[in-house]
């Protein structure tokens, strides 16, 4: 499966930005897809997942009661909506894949995902 990552950009504190990830190439229903982000000089970290409609979706703590991820499987895509921006949040966002729906302490791991997107940049400043 192939992902593009897209609607990053320059945004101020406290404002909004919705991050799409378009997958093309596999069943997508059946694949779980994360979000992760690195910001320069950082490691890559977990942000949030989401497996089937009625599977918990887990958040990083950071990004917990900000941000909402969600799932259009007829149009093989899936939403980061991202509220309340911070500085801190400014990062290159990168969507990841995998077949099947792993247990939810995987999710957070990078090496559970198969497939990456290209990555998409956020930059918070006023």
């Known amino acids: 499966v192939q992902l593009q990552a897209s609607g990053g950009g320059l945004v101020q504190p406290g404002g909004s930005l919705r991050l799409s990830c378009a997958a093309s190439g596999g069943t997508f229903s059946g694949y779980t897809v994360g979000w992760f982000r690195q910001a320069p000089g950082k490691e890559r970290e977990f942000v949030a997942a989401i497996r089937r409609p009625g599977a918990s979706t887990p958040y990083a703590v950071s990004a917990k009661g900000r941000f909402s991820v969600s799932r259009d499987n007829s149009k093989n895509t899936v939403h980061l909506q991202m509220n309340s921006l911070k500085p801190e949040d400014a990062a290159v966002y990168y969507c990841?894949?995998?077949?099947?729906?792993?247990?939810?302490?995987?999710?957070?791991?990078?090496?559970?995902?198969?497939?990456w997107g290209q990555g998409t940049l956020v930059t918070v400043s006023s």
């Open positions: 990841a894949a995998v077949p099947g729906f792993p247990i939810t302490s995987m999710l957070s791991s990078s090496q559970t995902y198969n497939y």
